[in-house]
């Protein structure tokens, strides 16, 4: 079973890194990538979509216009308790730590990504090697 890793970032041009990055665990199907410019748009596929938590991961950017990262792991939490969600932002703040923890968050990933970190976190959290 591939993770569905789903990335929510208003920045579009983040998406085409993502697809560089891990473009071979991509094609070898070990990762399906979902990507959505704004939150609401993420909300409407997690709504409409059936999730598989145990397969299933969101990165979110927390700074977006009409609703914020923050927004979207509250609602998110309310529609699948047990999916990962990871905030992500170039802010690497205690407070931002704090608040995404305490809406249900796992944890803050700086801006730039590290790929290299995220494919750790990743094998780490499903126990898969990507």
Known sequence: MSLNLIVVDDEI?????Y????KKEIAAGLIS???FPSASEC???LKTSTINCSSSLILSDINMPEMDGYELLEQARNLYPELPIYMVTAYSREDYVQKAL???GQGLITKPVDFNELKELISTHFQKKV
Do not use: H, P
């Open 102 to 104: 305490s809406l249900g």
């Open 43 to 45: 909300l409407s596929y």
């Open 19 to 22: 697809e560089l990055f891990l």
């Open 13 to 17: 041009d983040i998406f085409v890194l």
């Open 33 to 35: 990538l979902n990507c």
